[in-house]
């Protein structure tokens, strides 16, 4: 992928997902972040074009575990170089961690089996691209990422309260699995799709 598709991809994050933790770090960080999901082992990055302008992108791990302590391995320095004067808050820094140990607490409190270490993180379709089938043909190609694989199933967690969202996972065939909190007070649901 390309400097410039990646930036679009930060935008595009940025404007549809602004109530995320996320999108209030800068934009320097996801353009780091989703660089690093492109090229990793553990990472799968989708985009779909229209006019040389990316309307929308899909993106997921293997395992969100490596995922993560690979990002902080590879780009640790740098990152914590964009993140410093943020770094000094200490609400970012709960949710930071929050945010990186969320896949081990909610293991630890799943209902209905293990859950899943491949995990959909994010997925946006610009407003004018919207109900034209780019988000389930973005969603088929990570499933068909993940499935190539080897991997027979993934998660993905979602607010509580987001309703288009949840209808869109479980129009793909979702399995609600449980609620939880990756944030102090903010409910999230955890759904689990086979490969």
Do not use: W
């Amino acid at each position: 992928m390309t400097e410039e598709e990646i930036k679009q991809i930060t935008k595009l994050h940025k404007s549809y997902i602004p109530t995320g933790f996320l999108s209030t770090l800068p934009d320097r960080f996801l353009f780091e972040l989703y660089s690093y999901i492109e090229k990793s082992p553990y990472g799968l990055l989708y985009i779909e074009k229209k006019e040389n302008r990316v309307i929308g992108f899909v993106s997921g791990t293997t395992d969100i575990k490596k995922l993560y302590l690979g990002f902080i391995f590879k780009k640790g320095l740098k990152v914590a170089c964009l993140l410093l004067p943020y770094l000094l808050n200490r609400e970012t820094l709960f949710k930071l961690f929050e945010t990186v140990s969320y896949p081990v607490r909610s293991k630890s409190k799943a209902v209905k089996g293990s859950l899943p270490k491949a995990e959909l993180l994010s997925i946006v379709v610009h407003r004018d691209a919207q109900r034209k089938g780019y988000g389930q043909s973005l969603f088929y190609r990570l499933k068909g990422g993940f499935k190539e694989k080897g991997i027979r199933n993934f998660k993905v967690v979602v607010g509580a309260n987001n309703f288009s969202a949840r209808r869109f996972y479980e129009k793909m065939g979702g399995e609600l699995l449980q609620e939880i909190e990756v944030h102090r007070g903010v409910r999230s649901v955890i759904y689990r799709f086979n490969t």
